[in-house]
């Protein structure tokens, strides 16, 4: 376990508190979501010198921010007005999305967001909306309207989408219905869609650690990991910590990051003293 002194940092102007929710590493440097509807990108280097660029969203309340391009620094963000919205933030006309899909206040609020740069594919997971919560799917060429709608792959908020490593046809889902689902997004039968699912109580976060390795976190802490591959017992935990607070002695997890070797994952957690 390794425990983190801060070395250097920056903190939001202004009266009201501004909260970071969400951060992801691309070429330009460090893209930092924040609470107050901006997306900004930093110098990891030099953080007190604060934003190279800053963007305010206009999703009405920026719910998730996915990278589409690491290495051109285009980042998806959406939110509770159904819109998603993609920044190229080598720009100096960063302050304009090169691309919006979606009318605000036409559809309902988006939760999740999962990219996939090879494919040019775009997931968006919605909250539950008149009894409904949905998945869609656009081909970024042609982003008019979603080229696949999944309405009956979760009954409750879909709250994680993360495409597969190495087959970005496989999307895996995470829903407070309590199932993380593993779907393959050529087939278009919602019946038959679904090549793997695992019962884990209302997800939080939710990935793939390698090729058949699966992660989920539920809203209470608890973590287990899962394996699709055919020798494995279909939906039972290959490994289960429960509430991974008493395993790490944290007050709650921030993240699960895969090792880019596929052996494992770093796990962050934190506390609020």
Sequence with gaps: MYALSCTDGFKYPGSEPTYITDINPVSAGLAAVGSDQSLSIFNPLRLNQGPLQKVQTNHGNISCAEVFSVANSIVATAGENG?????????????TAVLQIGTPGEGPGLLSLACSEQTNALAAGTELANHQASILLWDLRSPRAPKIHYDEVHSDDVTELSFHPTNPHLLL???????????DTRITD??????AAFNHGSVHRAGFLNETEVYAVSHDERFALYDM??????????????DIRKVVDCQYLCNVIPKVTGAGAVIGAGTQE
């Design 173 to 183: 889902t995470g829903s407070t219905d309590g199932l993380v689902n593993v779907c």
């Design 83 to 95: 819109t998603v919205s993609l920044w190229d933030l080598r720009s100096d006309a960063a302050n």
């Design 229 to 242: 591959g055919e020798t494995v017992e279909k939906g039972s935990p290959t490994l289960d910590l429960g």
């Design 190 to 195: 919602e019946d038959e869609v679904v090549i």
